[in-house]
Protein backbone atom coordinates (compact mmCIF):
# COMPACT_ATOMS: atom_id res chain seq x y z
CA UNK A 1 0.00 0.00 0.00
CA UNK A 2 3.06 2.54 1.01
CA UNK A 3 4.26 2.13 -2.38
CA UNK A 4 1.48 3.44 -3.78
CA UNK A 5 2.35 6.91 -2.52
CA UNK A 6 5.06 7.33 -4.38
CA UNK A 7 7.45 6.00 -1.53
CA UNK A 8 9.10 3.21 -3.26
CA UNK A 9 12.46 1.17 -2.16
CA UNK A 10 14.47 4.16 -3.33
CA UNK A 11 12.92 7.14 -0.72
CA UNK A 12 12.95 4.44 1.50
CA UNK A 13 16.86 3.59 1.43
CA UNK A 14 17.08 7.57 0.97
CA UNK A 15 15.38 7.89 4.45
CA UNK A 16 17.47 5.40 6.09
CA UNK A 17 20.70 7.23 4.67
CA UNK A 18 19.06 10.24 6.89
CA UNK A 19 18.30 8.24 9.73
CA UNK A 20 20.89 5.32 10.14
CA UNK A 21 23.52 7.95 11.11
CA UNK A 22 22.25 8.31 14.80
CA UNK A 23 21.52 5.02 15.77
CA UNK A 24 25.05 3.62 14.79
CA UNK A 25 26.43 7.04 16.53
CA UNK A 26 28.36 7.29 19.95
CA UNK A 27 24.73 7.62 21.32
CA UNK A 28 23.42 4.11 19.98
CA UNK A 29 23.00 2.56 22.97
CA UNK A 30 20.68 5.23 24.75
CA UNK A 31 19.16 5.60 21.56
CA UNK A 32 18.26 1.83 21.21
CA UNK A 33 16.88 1.53 24.23
CA UNK A 34 15.00 4.44 24.79
CA UNK A 35 13.40 3.17 21.01
CA UNK A 36 13.37 -0.41 22.58
CA UNK A 37 11.17 0.98 26.04
CA UNK A 38 8.79 2.90 23.61
CA UNK A 39 8.07 -0.27 21.61
CA UNK A 40 7.17 -2.38 24.55
CA UNK A 41 4.70 0.75 25.69
CA UNK A 42 3.23 0.32 21.74
CA UNK A 43 2.92 -3.50 22.40
CA UNK A 44 1.42 -2.85 25.78
CA UNK A 45 -0.54 -0.11 24.61
CA UNK A 46 -2.16 -2.50 21.85
CA UNK A 47 -2.55 -5.83 24.54
CA UNK A 48 -4.67 -3.19 26.95
CA UNK A 49 -6.78 -2.53 23.75
CA UNK A 50 -7.48 -6.27 23.09
CA UNK A 51 -8.21 -6.31 27.02
CA UNK A 52 -10.88 -3.92 26.58
CA UNK A 53 -12.16 -5.63 23.50
CA UNK A 54 -12.90 -8.22 26.20
CA UNK A 55 -14.31 -6.15 28.71
CA UNK A 56 -16.93 -4.82 26.24
CA UNK A 57 -18.41 -8.09 25.47
CA UNK A 58 -18.54 -8.55 29.53
CA UNK A 59 -20.15 -5.08 30.27
CA UNK A 60 -22.88 -5.06 27.36
CA UNK A 61 -23.56 -9.00 28.17
CA UNK A 62 -24.26 -7.81 31.79
CA UNK A 63 -26.48 -4.95 30.81
CA UNK A 64 -28.18 -7.53 28.82
CA UNK A 65 -28.60 -9.90 31.81
CA UNK A 66 -29.68 -7.64 34.32
CA UNK A 67 -26.70 -9.02 36.05
CA UNK A 68 -25.78 -5.83 38.59
CA UNK A 69 -23.14 -7.89 40.46
CA UNK A 70 -21.31 -8.66 36.50
CA UNK A 71 -21.77 -4.96 35.79
CA UNK A 72 -20.44 -3.55 39.21
CA UNK A 73 -17.22 -6.31 38.74
CA UNK A 74 -16.63 -4.89 34.94
CA UNK A 75 -16.39 -1.20 36.39
CA UNK A 76 -13.78 -1.75 38.99
CA UNK A 77 -11.95 -4.04 35.97
CA UNK A 78 -12.65 -0.82 33.62
CA UNK A 79 -11.21 1.22 36.64
CA UNK A 80 -7.73 -0.40 36.17
CA UNK A 81 -7.39 -0.67 33.17
CA UNK A 82 -8.11 2.76 32.37
CA UNK A 83 -5.48 3.59 35.16
CA UNK A 84 -2.61 1.09 33.67
CA UNK A 85 -3.91 2.99 29.56
CA UNK A 86 -3.25 6.20 31.15
CA UNK A 87 0.29 5.31 32.38
CA UNK A 88 1.34 3.63 29.28
CA UNK A 89 -0.32 6.46 27.10
CA UNK A 90 1.59 9.12 29.25
CA UNK A 91 5.37 7.31 29.08
CA UNK A 92 4.95 6.59 25.44
CA UNK A 93 4.73 10.07 24.44
CA UNK A 94 7.20 11.43 26.83
CA UNK A 95 9.69 9.20 25.89
CA UNK A 96 8.94 9.31 22.09
CA UNK A 97 9.11 13.26 22.62
CA UNK A 98 12.74 12.46 24.50
CA UNK A 99 14.07 10.68 21.29
CA UNK A 100 12.98 12.74 19.47
CA UNK A 101 14.46 16.07 20.56
CA UNK A 102 17.89 13.82 21.10
CA UNK A 103 17.57 12.93 17.82
CA UNK A 104 16.66 16.04 16.82
CA UNK A 105 19.86 17.20 18.87
CA UNK A 106 22.42 15.10 17.29
CA UNK A 107 21.07 15.49 13.15
CA UNK A 108 21.64 19.14 13.78
CA UNK A 109 24.91 19.44 15.39
CA UNK A 110 26.06 17.14 12.27
CA UNK A 111 24.46 18.91 10.02
CA UNK A 112 25.74 22.28 11.40
CA UNK A 113 28.97 21.11 11.13
CA UNK A 114 28.79 19.63 7.53
CA UNK A 115 27.77 22.97 6.59
CA UNK A 116 29.86 25.04 8.27
CA UNK A 117 32.93 22.04 7.40
CA UNK A 118 35.44 23.66 4.08
CA UNK A 119 33.48 26.13 3.75
CA UNK A 120 30.62 24.18 2.35
CA UNK A 121 28.19 27.61 3.27
CA UNK A 122 29.93 29.46 1.43
CA UNK A 123 30.25 26.89 -1.83
CA UNK A 124 26.68 26.31 -1.66
CA UNK A 125 26.09 29.96 -3.73
CA UNK A 126 28.63 28.38 -6.23
CA UNK A 127 26.43 25.62 -7.82
CA UNK A 128 24.32 25.68 -10.60
CA UNK A 129 21.79 23.72 -8.54
CA UNK A 130 21.64 26.41 -5.57
CA UNK A 131 20.18 24.63 -2.49
CA UNK A 132 17.20 27.16 -1.59
CA UNK A 133 17.31 28.57 2.16
CA UNK A 134 19.61 25.52 3.96
CA UNK A 135 19.10 27.08 7.47
CA UNK A 136 15.47 26.24 7.04
CA UNK A 137 16.41 22.99 6.24
CA UNK A 138 18.67 22.78 9.16
CA UNK A 139 15.95 24.04 11.38
CA UNK A 140 12.42 23.25 9.94
CA UNK A 141 13.42 20.15 7.76
CA UNK A 142 15.14 18.18 10.62
CA UNK A 143 12.54 18.68 13.13
CA UNK A 144 9.75 17.72 10.42
CA UNK A 145 12.04 14.74 9.64
CA UNK A 146 12.28 13.21 13.03
CA UNK A 147 9.17 14.31 14.22
CA UNK A 148 7.54 12.57 10.90
CA UNK A 149 9.58 9.84 10.97
CA UNK A 150 9.03 8.46 14.68
CA UNK A 151 5.05 8.86 13.95
CA UNK A 152 4.76 7.03 11.15
CA UNK A 153 7.06 4.59 11.90
CA UNK A 154 5.58 3.74 15.34
CA UNK A 155 2.46 4.19 13.97
CA UNK A 156 2.73 1.71 11.28
CA UNK A 157 4.08 -0.60 13.88
CA UNK A 158 1.31 -0.28 16.38
CA UNK A 159 -0.99 -0.97 13.13
CA UNK A 160 0.75 -4.39 12.41
CA UNK A 161 0.96 -5.98 15.83
CA UNK A 162 -3.01 -4.68 16.29
CA UNK A 163 -3.87 -6.00 12.77
CA UNK A 164 -2.24 -9.42 14.03
CA UNK A 165 -3.86 -8.77 17.28
CA UNK A 166 -7.30 -8.22 16.38
CA UNK A 167 -7.74 -10.32 13.18
CA UNK A 168 -7.87 -13.27 15.27
CA UNK A 169 -10.35 -12.06 17.03
CA UNK A 170 -12.34 -10.65 14.05
CA UNK A 171 -12.26 -14.13 12.70
CA UNK A 172 -13.31 -16.26 15.89
CA UNK A 173 -16.12 -13.49 15.91
CA UNK A 174 -17.43 -13.25 12.59
CA UNK A 175 -18.40 -17.04 12.84
CA UNK A 176 -19.08 -18.63 9.03
CA UNK A 177 -21.34 -16.74 6.45
CA UNK A 178 -23.33 -19.19 3.55
CA UNK A 179 -23.92 -17.96 0.69
CA UNK A 180 -26.22 -19.58 -1.97
CA UNK A 181 -24.90 -19.30 -5.85
CA UNK A 182 -28.21 -21.26 -7.09
CA UNK A 183 -28.62 -25.27 -7.82
CA UNK A 184 -29.06 -25.79 -4.03
CA UNK A 185 -25.57 -25.13 -4.14
CA UNK A 186 -23.66 -23.19 -1.31
CA UNK A 187 -20.64 -21.70 -0.67
CA UNK A 188 -19.53 -21.51 3.16
CA UNK A 189 -17.01 -18.23 3.81
CA UNK A 190 -15.10 -18.69 7.08
CA UNK A 191 -14.53 -15.26 8.83
CA UNK A 192 -16.03 -13.36 6.47
CA UNK A 193 -15.89 -10.29 8.55
CA UNK A 194 -12.32 -10.08 8.05
CA UNK A 195 -12.29 -10.74 4.00
CA UNK A 196 -14.89 -7.70 3.89
CA UNK A 197 -12.62 -5.77 6.14
CA UNK A 198 -9.26 -6.58 3.85
CA UNK A 199 -11.33 -5.56 0.66
CA UNK A 200 -12.78 -2.40 2.14
CA UNK A 201 -9.14 -1.10 3.00
CA UNK A 202 -8.00 -2.35 -0.01
CA UNK A 203 -10.27 0.01 -2.28
CA UNK A 204 -9.78 2.61 0.66
CA UNK A 205 -6.41 3.23 0.16
CA UNK A 206 -6.47 3.06 -3.69
CA UNK A 207 -8.98 6.08 -3.91
CA UNK A 208 -6.64 7.90 -1.27
CA UNK A 209 -3.65 7.71 -3.28
CA UNK A 210 -5.75 8.52 -6.14
CA UNK A 211 -7.31 11.98 -4.80
CA UNK A 212 -3.88 12.52 -2.24
CA UNK A 213 -1.06 12.00 -4.90
CA UNK A 214 -0.48 15.65 -5.85
CA UNK A 215 0.19 16.63 -2.04
CA UNK A 216 3.74 15.16 -2.02
CA UNK A 217 4.72 18.23 -4.52
CA UNK A 218 2.61 20.33 -3.26
CA UNK A 219 3.90 20.18 0.77
CA UNK A 220 7.54 20.14 -0.95
CA UNK A 221 7.10 23.85 -3.16
CA UNK A 222 5.15 24.87 0.42
CA UNK A 223 7.87 24.61 2.61
CA UNK A 224 10.36 26.38 0.21
CA UNK A 225 7.55 29.42 -0.61
CA UNK A 226 7.22 29.98 2.96
CA UNK A 227 11.17 29.85 3.53
CA UNK A 228 11.63 32.57 0.61
CA UNK A 229 8.94 34.80 2.10
CA UNK A 230 10.50 34.84 5.62
CA UNK A 231 13.55 35.23 3.85
CA UNK A 232 12.35 38.08 2.30
CA UNK A 233 11.40 39.77 5.75
CA UNK A 234 14.83 38.89 7.22
CA UNK A 235 16.74 40.77 3.96
CA UNK A 236 14.81 43.84 5.02
CA UNK A 237 16.03 43.85 8.62
CA UNK A 238 19.16 43.14 7.82
CA UNK A 239 19.47 46.11 4.97
CA UNK A 240 16.43 48.55 6.75
CA UNK A 241 18.65 51.61 6.84
CA UNK A 242 19.78 51.36 2.79
CA UNK A 243 15.82 50.76 1.81
CA UNK A 244 15.03 53.49 4.30
CA UNK A 245 17.31 55.73 2.11
CA UNK A 246 15.97 54.53 -1.13
CA UNK A 247 12.37 55.22 0.36
CA UNK A 248 12.12 51.33 -1.50
CA UNK A 249 9.41 50.63 1.06
CA UNK A 250 6.63 50.26 -1.64
CA UNK A 251 9.25 48.25 -3.82
CA UNK A 252 9.75 45.52 -0.94
CA UNK A 253 6.14 45.67 -0.11
CA UNK A 254 5.47 44.72 -3.45
CA UNK A 255 8.13 42.07 -3.07
CA UNK A 256 7.00 40.75 -0.18
CA UNK A 257 3.56 40.28 -1.01
CA UNK A 258 4.48 38.51 -4.52
CA UNK A 259 6.48 35.75 -2.29
CA UNK A 260 3.42 35.61 0.25
CA UNK A 261 1.09 35.20 -3.56
CA UNK A 262 3.16 32.28 -4.10
CA UNK A 263 2.47 31.24 -0.41
CA UNK A 264 -1.30 31.48 -1.12
CA UNK A 265 -1.49 30.05 -3.89
CA UNK A 266 -0.03 26.64 -2.99
CA UNK A 267 -1.64 26.79 0.06
CA UNK A 268 -4.79 26.79 -2.01
CA UNK A 269 -4.05 24.33 -3.76
CA UNK A 270 -3.29 22.29 -0.84
CA UNK A 271 -6.91 23.34 0.87
CA UNK A 272 -8.08 22.54 -2.43
CA UNK A 273 -7.09 18.55 -2.44
CA UNK A 274 -7.07 18.10 1.26
CA UNK A 275 -11.01 19.10 0.84
CA UNK A 276 -11.13 16.29 -1.87
CA UNK A 277 -9.41 13.79 0.87
CA UNK A 278 -11.24 15.06 3.86
CA UNK A 279 -14.56 14.52 2.04
CA UNK A 280 -13.72 10.74 0.87
CA UNK A 281 -11.98 9.97 3.98
CA UNK A 282 -14.40 11.33 6.36
CA UNK A 283 -16.91 9.33 4.60
CA UNK A 284 -14.75 6.10 4.82
CA UNK A 285 -14.55 6.34 8.64
CA UNK A 286 -18.53 7.29 8.87
CA UNK A 287 -19.41 4.06 6.68
CA UNK A 288 -17.08 1.92 8.40
CA UNK A 289 -18.66 2.78 11.57
CA UNK A 290 -22.09 0.84 10.53
CA UNK A 291 -20.49 -1.84 8.24
CA UNK A 292 -19.66 -3.87 10.75
CA UNK A 293 -23.13 -3.93 12.86
CA UNK A 294 -25.01 -4.59 9.42
CA UNK A 295 -22.55 -7.85 9.07
CA UNK A 296 -23.22 -8.86 12.28
CA UNK A 297 -26.90 -7.89 12.86
CA UNK A 298 -27.98 -11.36 11.27
CA UNK A 299 -26.28 -13.46 13.81
CA UNK A 300 -27.53 -11.04 17.09
CA UNK A 301 -30.62 -11.05 15.77
CA UNK A 302 -31.12 -14.80 15.30
CA UNK A 303 -29.69 -14.94 18.84
CA UNK A 304 -26.60 -16.35 17.21
CA UNK A 305 -24.41 -13.61 19.75
CA UNK A 306 -25.48 -11.56 22.54
CA UNK A 307 -25.34 -8.13 22.78
CA UNK A 308 -21.75 -8.32 24.01
CA UNK A 309 -20.43 -10.07 20.98
CA UNK A 310 -22.24 -7.80 18.65
CA UNK A 311 -20.40 -4.65 20.22
CA UNK A 312 -16.79 -6.37 20.43
CA UNK A 313 -17.51 -7.83 16.70
CA UNK A 314 -18.43 -4.11 16.08
CA UNK A 315 -15.31 -2.97 17.56
CA UNK A 316 -13.02 -5.48 16.39
CA UNK A 317 -13.59 -4.84 12.68
CA UNK A 318 -12.67 -1.02 13.85
CA UNK A 319 -9.68 -1.92 14.99
CA UNK A 320 -8.91 -4.21 11.99
CA UNK A 321 -10.44 -1.67 9.57
CA UNK A 322 -8.38 0.79 11.18
CA UNK A 323 -5.07 -1.04 11.05
CA UNK A 324 -5.23 -1.97 7.32
CA UNK A 325 -6.16 1.92 6.77
CA UNK A 326 -3.41 3.21 8.04
CA UNK A 327 -2.23 4.87 4.73
CA UNK A 328 -5.51 6.02 4.33
CA UNK A 329 -5.82 7.70 7.80
CA UNK A 330 -1.97 9.24 7.22
CA UNK A 331 -1.73 10.39 3.86
CA UNK A 332 -1.06 13.50 4.53
CA UNK A 333 1.00 13.01 7.31
CA UNK A 334 2.83 10.54 4.22
CA UNK A 335 3.17 12.99 1.56
CA UNK A 336 4.19 15.80 4.18
CA UNK A 337 7.30 13.49 4.93
CA UNK A 338 8.47 12.28 1.50
CA UNK A 339 8.53 15.60 0.70
CA UNK A 340 10.65 16.43 3.92
CA UNK A 341 13.06 13.53 3.24
CA UNK A 342 13.40 14.84 -0.48
CA UNK A 343 14.49 18.36 0.83
CA UNK A 344 16.95 16.98 3.36
CA UNK A 345 18.31 14.24 0.54
CA UNK A 346 18.34 17.38 -1.92
CA UNK A 347 20.71 19.26 0.52
CA UNK A 348 23.08 16.12 1.80
CA UNK A 349 23.59 15.56 -1.90
CA UNK A 350 24.37 19.63 -3.25
CA UNK A 351 26.76 19.66 0.15
CA UNK A 352 28.52 16.62 -1.22
CA UNK A 353 28.83 17.59 -4.44
CA UNK A 354 30.18 21.02 -3.58
CA UNK A 355 32.74 18.92 -1.50
CA UNK A 356 33.78 16.92 -4.24
CA UNK A 357 34.02 20.06 -6.29
CA UNK A 358 37.14 21.11 -4.49
CA UNK A 359 39.17 19.16 -5.36
CA UNK A 360 39.20 21.05 -8.89
CA UNK A 361 40.44 24.26 -7.83
CA UNK A 362 43.87 25.21 -6.98
CA UNK A 363 46.00 22.91 -5.36
CA UNK A 364 46.38 24.78 -1.53
CA UNK A 365 49.51 22.71 0.14
CA UNK A 366 51.29 24.06 3.77
CA UNK A 367 54.93 23.89 3.58
CA UNK A 368 57.35 25.38 6.05
CA UNK A 369 59.06 28.14 3.81
CA UNK A 370 58.45 31.44 4.99
CA UNK A 371 56.29 33.04 2.12
CA UNK A 372 53.71 32.59 0.28
CA UNK A 373 54.09 31.09 -3.32
CA UNK A 374 51.51 31.09 -6.27
CA UNK A 375 52.73 29.03 -9.75
CA UNK A 376 50.58 29.44 -12.92
CA UNK A 377 47.60 29.80 -11.34
CA UNK A 378 44.41 30.20 -13.64
CA UNK A 379 41.57 31.77 -12.03
CA UNK A 380 37.62 31.47 -14.09
CA UNK A 381 33.93 32.51 -13.77
CA UNK A 382 31.34 29.70 -13.63
CA UNK A 383 30.90 29.92 -17.05
CA UNK A 384 34.05 29.13 -17.77
CA UNK A 385 35.49 32.90 -18.97
CA UNK A 386 39.00 33.03 -18.19
CA UNK A 387 39.85 35.86 -15.42
CA UNK A 388 43.25 35.63 -14.81
CA UNK A 389 45.84 33.23 -16.20
CA UNK A 390 49.33 31.58 -15.70
CA UNK A 391 49.72 34.13 -12.31
CA UNK A 392 53.34 33.69 -10.47
CA UNK A 393 53.53 35.52 -7.15
CA UNK A 394 55.76 35.32 -4.02
CA UNK A 395 55.11 37.40 -0.93
CA UNK A 396 57.15 37.32 2.15
CA UNK A 397 56.65 37.88 6.15
CA UNK A 398 56.19 42.06 5.95
CA UNK A 399 55.31 42.36 2.19
CA UNK A 400 52.07 44.28 1.00
CA UNK A 401 50.48 44.12 -2.70
CA UNK A 402 47.87 45.66 -4.23
CA UNK A 403 45.48 44.16 -6.68
CA UNK A 404 43.98 47.12 -8.78
CA UNK A 405 42.00 46.86 -11.91
CA UNK A 406 38.72 47.56 -13.20
CA UNK A 407 35.68 46.32 -11.41
CA UNK A 408 34.89 42.94 -12.62
CA UNK A 409 38.03 42.14 -13.34
CA UNK A 410 38.36 39.36 -10.71
CA UNK A 411 40.35 41.27 -7.70
CA UNK A 412 37.89 40.12 -5.02
CA UNK A 413 38.07 36.41 -6.70
CA UNK A 414 41.73 36.22 -6.65
CA UNK A 415 41.33 36.71 -2.77
CA UNK A 416 38.65 34.05 -2.93
CA UNK A 417 41.36 31.87 -4.90
CA UNK A 418 44.27 32.31 -2.39
CA UNK A 419 41.98 31.82 0.80
CA UNK A 420 40.67 28.63 -1.20
CA UNK A 421 37.34 29.87 -1.29
CA UNK A 422 37.29 29.53 -5.46
CA UNK A 423 36.71 26.22 -6.92
CA UNK A 424 36.96 27.35 -10.44
CA UNK A 425 41.04 27.75 -10.47
CA UNK A 426 43.74 25.92 -11.65
CA UNK A 427 47.58 25.98 -10.44
CA UNK A 428 49.44 25.76 -7.48
CA UNK A 429 49.20 27.86 -4.01
CA UNK A 430 51.62 27.44 -0.86
CA UNK A 431 51.08 28.93 2.23
CA UNK A 432 53.41 29.19 4.92
CA UNK A 433 52.94 26.36 7.40
CA UNK A 434 51.39 27.22 11.01
CA UNK A 435 50.51 30.94 10.33
CA UNK A 436 47.53 32.68 10.82
CA UNK A 437 45.20 35.12 8.34
CA UNK A 438 42.14 37.62 8.97
CA UNK A 439 39.96 38.71 6.01
CA UNK A 440 38.55 42.19 6.13
CA UNK A 441 35.69 42.58 3.97
CA UNK A 442 34.23 45.54 2.45
CA UNK A 443 31.02 44.76 4.90
CA UNK A 444 32.54 43.54 8.22
CA UNK A 445 30.50 40.49 9.47
CA UNK A 446 29.28 41.72 13.17
CA UNK A 447 28.49 38.85 14.95
CA UNK A 448 24.86 39.17 17.57
CA UNK A 449 26.03 39.85 20.85
CA UNK A 450 28.38 42.21 22.59
CA UNK A 451 30.48 44.38 21.46
CA UNK A 452 33.72 42.11 23.34
CA UNK A 453 32.56 39.59 21.17
CA UNK A 454 32.31 41.42 18.08
CA UNK A 455 35.36 42.96 18.25
CA UNK A 456 37.49 39.39 19.03
CA UNK A 457 35.66 37.56 16.35
CA UNK A 458 36.03 34.69 15.33
CA UNK A 459 37.95 34.46 18.76
CA UNK A 460 41.42 35.55 19.45
CA UNK A 461 44.52 32.97 19.57
CA UNK A 462 45.59 34.22 22.90
CA UNK A 463 43.27 36.26 25.71
CA UNK A 464 42.84 39.21 25.42
CA UNK A 465 42.77 41.70 28.59
CA UNK A 466 40.28 44.81 28.38
CA UNK A 467 43.69 47.12 28.12
CA UNK A 468 44.84 45.95 24.99
CA UNK A 469 40.99 46.70 23.75
CA UNK A 470 41.19 49.80 24.85
CA UNK A 471 44.00 50.72 22.95
CA UNK A 472 43.06 49.20 20.11
CA UNK A 473 39.67 50.98 20.17
CA UNK A 474 41.73 54.24 20.44
CA UNK A 475 44.39 53.95 17.77
CA UNK A 476 41.20 53.56 15.35
CA UNK A 477 39.38 56.27 16.69
CA UNK A 478 36.50 54.23 18.37
CA UNK A 479 37.35 55.51 22.47
CA UNK A 480 33.44 56.74 22.35
CA UNK A 481 32.69 52.84 22.36
CA UNK A 482 34.91 51.79 25.19
CA UNK A 483 32.02 51.88 27.77
CA UNK A 484 29.50 49.91 25.94
CA UNK A 485 32.24 46.53 25.54
CA UNK A 486 29.30 44.41 27.51
CA UNK A 487 26.23 45.65 26.13
CA UNK A 488 24.80 42.93 23.84
CA UNK A 489 23.46 44.99 20.28
CA UNK A 490 22.51 44.45 17.11
CA UNK A 491 26.13 46.21 16.20
CA UNK A 492 25.32 46.19 12.06
CA UNK A 493 22.21 48.18 12.61
CA UNK A 494 23.90 50.69 15.82
CA UNK A 495 27.20 51.15 13.78
CA UNK A 496 27.92 53.12 10.78
CA UNK A 497 29.34 51.24 8.06
CA UNK A 498 32.69 53.30 8.60
CA UNK A 499 32.77 52.35 12.41
CA UNK A 500 31.79 48.99 11.14
CA UNK A 501 35.21 48.99 8.98
CA UNK A 502 37.28 50.80 12.03
CA UNK A 503 35.60 47.67 13.85
CA UNK A 504 37.46 45.51 11.72
CA UNK A 505 41.03 47.17 11.66
CA UNK A 506 40.82 46.77 15.52
CA UNK A 507 40.20 43.20 15.11
CA UNK A 508 43.84 43.04 12.68
CA UNK A 509 45.58 44.66 15.37
CA UNK A 510 44.06 42.56 18.12
CA UNK A 511 44.37 39.05 16.61
CA UNK A 512 48.26 39.78 15.08
CA UNK A 513 47.82 37.81 12.27
CA UNK A 514 50.59 36.73 9.80
CA UNK A 515 49.02 37.41 6.27
CA UNK A 516 46.18 39.80 6.37
CA UNK A 517 43.95 39.78 3.20
CA UNK A 518 41.42 43.53 2.92
CA UNK A 519 38.95 43.68 0.41
CA UNK A 520 37.93 47.61 -0.22
CA UNK A 521 38.24 47.68 3.59
CA UNK A 522 38.57 51.34 3.67
CA UNK A 523 36.00 52.35 0.91
CA UNK A 524 33.76 53.63 3.54
CA UNK A 525 36.24 56.33 5.01
CA UNK A 526 37.81 59.29 4.38
CA UNK A 527 41.14 59.46 2.86
CA UNK A 528 43.30 61.07 6.25
CA UNK A 529 41.39 57.87 8.23
CA UNK A 530 42.26 55.61 5.73
CA UNK A 531 46.00 57.13 6.22
CA UNK A 532 46.03 56.81 9.98
CA UNK A 533 44.50 53.22 9.94
CA UNK A 534 47.11 51.74 7.06
CA UNK A 535 49.95 53.61 8.68
CA UNK A 536 48.75 51.35 12.16
CA UNK A 537 49.05 48.09 10.51
CA UNK A 538 52.59 49.25 9.54
CA UNK A 539 53.81 50.64 12.47
CA UNK A 540 51.92 47.59 15.18
CA UNK A 541 52.18 44.32 12.10
CA UNK A 542 55.40 44.89 10.80
CA UNK A 543 55.60 41.26 10.43
CA UNK A 544 52.39 40.53 8.35
CA UNK A 545 51.74 40.63 4.64
CA UNK A 546 48.85 42.66 3.41
CA UNK A 547 46.95 41.88 0.38
CA UNK A 548 44.88 44.74 -0.82
CA UNK A 549 41.98 45.42 -3.06
CA UNK A 550 41.06 48.91 -4.08
CA UNK A 551 40.45 51.56 -6.79
CA UNK A 552 41.78 54.39 -4.48
CA UNK A 553 45.21 55.75 -6.18
CA UNK A 554 45.56 56.86 -2.73
CA UNK A 555 46.23 53.06 -1.90
CA UNK A 556 49.63 52.98 -3.71
CA UNK A 557 51.70 54.20 -1.22
CA UNK A 558 50.73 52.25 1.68
CA UNK A 559 52.00 48.77 -0.79
CA UNK A 560 55.37 47.61 -1.76
CA UNK A 561 54.10 46.08 -5.15
CA UNK A 562 50.80 46.21 -7.08
CA UNK A 563 49.31 43.47 -9.74
CA UNK A 564 46.75 44.97 -12.26
CA UNK A 565 44.24 43.16 -13.60
CA UNK A 566 42.57 43.48 -16.70
CA UNK A 567 39.62 40.89 -16.50
CA UNK A 568 40.46 38.92 -19.85
CA UNK A 569 43.48 37.00 -18.20
CA UNK A 570 46.14 39.25 -18.31
CA UNK A 571 48.02 41.26 -15.28
CA UNK A 572 51.05 43.12 -14.64
CA UNK A 573 53.03 43.18 -11.22
CA UNK A 574 54.97 46.26 -10.30
CA UNK A 575 57.56 47.33 -7.71
CA UNK A 576 55.63 50.59 -6.07
Not at 68 to 83: C, I, K, M
Not at 158 to 164: C, E, I, P, S
Request: with cysteine; glycine share 6%.
Amino acid sequence: MVLLAGINLDFLKDCWQLARGYWFSEEKWRARGLTAVIVTLNLAYVYISVLFNNWYNRFYNALQNFDSEEFFSAQLEFSVLAGIYIIVAVYQLYLQQMLEINWRRWMTQQYLDSWLAKRTYYRLQLIENNTDNPDQRISEDLRLFTNYTLRLSLGLLRAMVTLVCFIAILWQLSGTLTVPIGGGTEVTIFGYMVWVALLYAIIGTWLTHKIGKPLTKLNFDQQRYEADFRFSLVRLRENSESIAFYGGEAREGQSFMDRFGSVLDNFWQIMKRQKQLTWFTSGYAQIAVIVPLLLAAPRYFAKEIQLGGLVQTSLAFGKVQDSLSFFVESYPLLAEWKAVVDRLTGFVGNMEKVNASTDTGATIHQAAAPALMVSDLNVDLPDGRRLLSELNLSLTAGDSLLVAGPSGSGKSTLLRTLAGLWPYAQGDITVPEGQSSLFLPQKAYLPLGTLREVLLYPGPRQPVNDEDIYMAMSLCKLEGLKEQLDRVEEWSHVLSLGEQQRIAFVRALIHKPDWLFMDEATSALDEPTERVLYKLLCEHLPNTAMISVGHRGTLNSYHKKKLTLDGVGRWSLLTL
